[in-house]
T-cell receptor
Framework: KAGVTQTPRYLIKTRGQQVTLSCSPI?????VSWYQQTPGQGLQFLFE???????NKGNFPGRFSGRQFSNSRSEMNVSTLELGDSALYLC?????????FGPGTRLTVT | KNEVEQSPQNLTAQEGEFITINCSYS?????LHWLQQHPGGGIVSLFM???GKKKHGRLIATINIQEKHSSLHITASHPRDSAVYIC??????????FGAGTILRVKS
């Protein structure tokens, strides 16, 4: 089975712009979770989608949003980018509770 | 106080040594996860456990629910074990709360 894929792998954006990241889960997995990793804050949970519905949400501002499609692929969007949004964004898919992580998208905001 | 505390933060070992990384948590959980992250960012799930002990190759993970404590052991450590080891707990669904990680370096 193919693993979790994320696109793009690297991205450079300017403050104020918006960005959309994509995650394709392992075939058959209906849950997709998103995480942000920074040197200062470590790994933090953003949100989880299950069957196209947001099931859990972390403590991030409304600039961070996501959605899930009927094929379980998920996107996350960050609007009005700030320098502090520079991070590695990871998604993980799961069938039940064990999570399988993608390689991440490294976002740099200048 | 963080919900998930790991110790030590940094660990240097000689090849062949027995290694222990500890994780304590402060709330009730549905499961505890041990993750491994290599330079470059990729994260691999090593164990998910809610009770007892699990073993995979040279890795052993234990959890004591009453004491809210888990340990990850690496037997006969090898330089390829060098990585960041992260403890995480889940309470509802797949929402994970992470420890700060333990940076392990195994010298040959």
């Amino acid at each position: 089975k193919a693993g979790v894929t994320q696109t793009p792998r690297y991205l450079i954006k300017t403050r104020g712009q918006q960005v959309t990241l994509s995650c394709s889960p392992i075939s058959g997995h209906r849950s997709v979770s998103w995480y942000q990793q920074t040197p200062g804050q470590g790994l933090q949970f953003l949100f989880e989608y299950f069957s196209e519905t947001q099931r859990n949400k972390g403590n991030f501002p409304g600039r961070f949003s996501g959605r899930q499609f009927s094929n379980s692929r998920s996107e996350m969007n960050v609007s009005t980018l700030e320098l502090g949004d520079s991070a590695l964004y990871l998604c993980a898919s799961s069938l039940e509770y064990e999570q399988y992580f993608g390689p991440g998208t490294r976002l740099t905001v200048t | 106080k963080n919900e998930v505390e790991q110790s030590p933060q940094n660990l240097t070992a000689q090849e062949g040594e027995f290694i222990t990384i500890n994780c304590s948590y402060s709330v009730g959980i549905s499961a505890l996860h041990w993750l491994q992250q290599h330079p470059g960012g990729g994260i691999v799930s090593l164990f998910m456990l809610s009770s007892g002990k699990k073993k995979h190759g040279r890795l052993i993970a234990t959890i004591n629910i009453q004491e809210k404590h888990s340990s990850l052991h690496i037997t006969a450590s090898h330089p390829r074990d060098s990585a960041v080891y992260i403890c995480a707990v889940s309470r509802s669904g797949n929402k994970l709360v992470f420890g700060a990680g333990t940076i392990l370096r195994v010298k040959s």
